[in-house]
Structures are given as structure tokens and as C-alpha cells.
């Protein structure tokens, strides 16, 4: 369909004219406008050409979030080749796998690390690129000179993100030039997004939530960024008077509203506050519209989707929902190979645009999730009432099978979460010698005087004998990652052996 490279060549033109326009405002006063942040991808897509970067090859990049790592994304994609992000947070043996897996022809990490990358990099050309934008790779760059982006197709892939994995082994997401562009643009109109847009940009950018949908939704508008290196409450809230918009996961939210700085005259400028990458809590959802006067906007998506569901801009956000599918998403829940009637729990699958072209090397995992006809299983068990709003209920492998019985976590989460006292809950399912699995919460207590023995004589009238947790932890606070969802893995493991 497209011969140009169509990501970037669109990324590029919804500023053109406007080279010496402010995109992002730094952390460290300076400023990076359209022109400047077009041509250092420009260089760096030359440089990664220079080192024998053809069309189709993997970067590999695992670097701190600056204006440099943007321009190297824009850059691989201008050189055809394809970005693939790894999280910081990586131990050398976890690279030592993504490197394994995916070939990559260059790897650029930090200078710190360059010895023990260099050691797992195999054939890859190994460069570096530091906190401050420094390094191996941008000496390169800045000795080169402009660069006429590579022809792709639609099809052609632009990135591909592994999955956090938590079951078995990563998976690397195939995403396409086309599956990049359409869902970016319809999140740029869905949330109406312009150039007058002032974006607080606070998200990691080895993930699907800051790369695609913060970083190519600001560039698609051609609006402005306040590019922050991570969560910084100060940071964050000095911005705000004189922003428009937050992206952010659900613990962004939840720090914000521990500070007393944020408030509705702080808030006054901002039109719109988005969450996802994790449920928010109602109470959250609450607390924040109470404080600030802004009912936060939830969706809903996944590395291998893009976003699929929002809810809406105009309209009624409805806390605890995910909203409706995205223009051009198709959403159904199903359960035993049909869709289930309105209200009901299953599977939820998506079809559109947004979806990805499969797991890179892994054409069996990719037959069991894409079906032929373009539904993606999703693993997450949702509804959709008979408004059309999604509820995410969890993930399917989350669901605790008792005796036999079908326990959703998020029914017993909400139920704990309304106790006093309590701020937070995670129900998990853990081997048990009678039931097979039995239901068990770890709670995080607000203040003191929370106790196993109240929770549980408080669920006891609401919930049915099976549902209820057959022990009560406290714990100080719950196991999350960097993008804020509570790793129910770690907590099953802890507990394995809660019932001998
Ligand atoms: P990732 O691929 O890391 O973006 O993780 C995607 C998963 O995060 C989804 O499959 C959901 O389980 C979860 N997720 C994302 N957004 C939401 C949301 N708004 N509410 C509940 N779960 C979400």
C-alpha cells in the first residue's frame, strides 16, 4: 500500500514547517525543537546505516530515557531497520536472551555496561549512548549528515517489543509501520490531541505506553513534551501549571494525590489526565476527580495491541472501565468458542489495525493467540456490558480454580479494598492439598489497626464460602514493576508453600 517509510515519513510531516518549534522542554532547562530532533534522527539513522544496518535488522537498545534514545528509535525506523527496546532494568543474562533471540546487527547500552554487553553481544556491533546522550553511538552521528529515510511497506516492521513474560519465555511483539501510524493517529483524535498540546512525557521508553502512544501520539499532533527521565513528583507537579495533558500508570496517580501540592489551581490549565498499563482503582479514579476536578480518562491496551479500548473524551469516563473499543478495534468476549451475552465474564479477543504480525521466531505461540481471521486472544478476562464499556477483570492465568470452583480475582480485590483501613489488596490462587488451589489476599493496610481476622469476618456476609481467602497476609506494600502492575507471580511464589 504505502512505498514511502510510513511511520516515520507521517511522524515527521505532521510538524513540517514548524522546524523551529519547541518539541520537548529538558529536564535540564535546554530545549529540542521539531528541526533539531528530525535531524539527529537523521544522523543517527546514518550512523546505524554506516554500521551496516540494512532494512529488516534489529537495534537492540538498552539506554536511559533522553532526547538522543528518541532520536535513535526515529533513526533505526528512517534506516529501516527495526527498534527493539529493552527495559533498564535487565540483568546481562536476561539481555544475553533478547540479543540471543532477536540477531540484532548493532546493540547500543549504556558506557557502564560495555564490557559485559559487549561480552553476550555475539556478532552485534556493540555502542553506547549514556544518561547524558553521550557516547560511542552519537560521536558517530554527529559526524554525519542528512538521510533519506528507507522505502517500507505498511507490513514492513518498525519495532519489536518483548513481553515482560510472565509465564515462560519472553516473547518478542512484531509491530508494524502501519500498526504503529493508525493507532497513534486514531489516539491523537480519539483524546484530541493538537499542537497547543503541553504533554508531561514522565513514561519509560522501552515500553508500548511511553514509546508509542506518549511519544508518537505528542509527534503526530506536533505538540509539545516535557520530557522528564522518569517519575518525579516534584518535577511533575512543577510542570503542571503549565501543561495540558499526563500520561501515566495507575501508581503515578496514587503518588500525585499523597502530595498536598496537587491541587485544583495547580491542576486549572490541564485538560486531560490519561491512565493505563495497570487498573486504576476506583478509589483512585475518586480521590483524583475529588482533589483536582478531572475525571481521569482509563484505557486499555498491550504490547502486541497497541491500545484498543478507551474510554471516551466527551462523555461519561466510567471508573473501574476501560472504556470502548478504539475506532477501527473490534472487541468481543468469548468463552467455550462463543461470544458470551452481555455482562458476562470470558476472554476478551481484538481485531483491527492495531494488532500486531506475531512473535518473532515463534510461529506456534503466534497460531495459538492470532487465529486466522485476525482475532487476537488477548489472555485477558474481561466483559462488556450492555452500555458497550469494557471491565478488564484480570489476566486469564491470574483466575484461581477452588474445588473446581471459578474465582476472579478483582471481585475479592474491590470487596477488600472498600475495608477501612485498607489501601490495597492482590488475590491470588496457591497450591492447597484439598482444593487444588486456595484463595488467598495479601493486603497493604492503611495506618494500624487493620487486622487478618476483621477483613476476613467482613467479606464473610458478601462473599460466597469458596471465595473467601483461606488466609489473610499484611504486607507493607505489594511487588510491582516499573509500569506499575503488581507482580502476581512473585506473590504466588512467596506463597507457594502457605498450605504445605
Ligand atoms: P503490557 O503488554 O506490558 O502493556 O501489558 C498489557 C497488560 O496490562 C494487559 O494485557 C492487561 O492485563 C494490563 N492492562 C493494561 N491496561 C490496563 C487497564 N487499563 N486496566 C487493567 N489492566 C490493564
Redesign the pocket.
Known sequence: MYDANHLIRQLRESSLGREEDVFARLPEGGTVTFGALFAGAERMAAALAAQGVQPGDRVAVQVQKTIQAIELYLGTVMAGGIFLPLNTAYTGPEVAYFVGDASPRVVVCDPARLEEISAIAGAAQVLTLDAAGQGSLRDLADGQGGFDPVARKADDLAAI?Y??GTTGRSKG?MLSHDNLASNSLTLRDCWRFTKDDVLIHALPIF???GLFVATNVALFAGAKVVFLPGFDADAILNAMPAATALMGV?TFYTRLLADARLTKERAAKMRLFI??????LVDTHEQWEARTGHRIL???????TNMS?SNPYDGERRAGT?GFPLPGVEARVMRDGAEVPAGEIGVLEVRGANVFQGYWQMPEKTAEELQPDGWFI???MAKIDADGYVT?V??EKDLIITGGFNVYPKEVESLIDDQPGVLESAVIGVPHPDFGEAVVAVVVPEGKGTSAEAIKAALSGHLAKFKQPKEIILLEALPRNT?G?VQKKALREAYAGLFG
Do not use: F
Not at 491512565?275 to 486504576?280: E, H, T, Y
Not at 482509563?298 to 502486541?304: A, L, N, V
Open positions: 517489543l513481553t515482560s511483539a515500553h508500548t505506553h495507575p491512565s493505563g498499563s495497570a487498573p486504576l482509563e484505557r486499555y491496551g498491550m504490547t502486541e479500548t476501560v488477548t489472555g485477558d478488564i484480570g489476566r509500569m502492575k
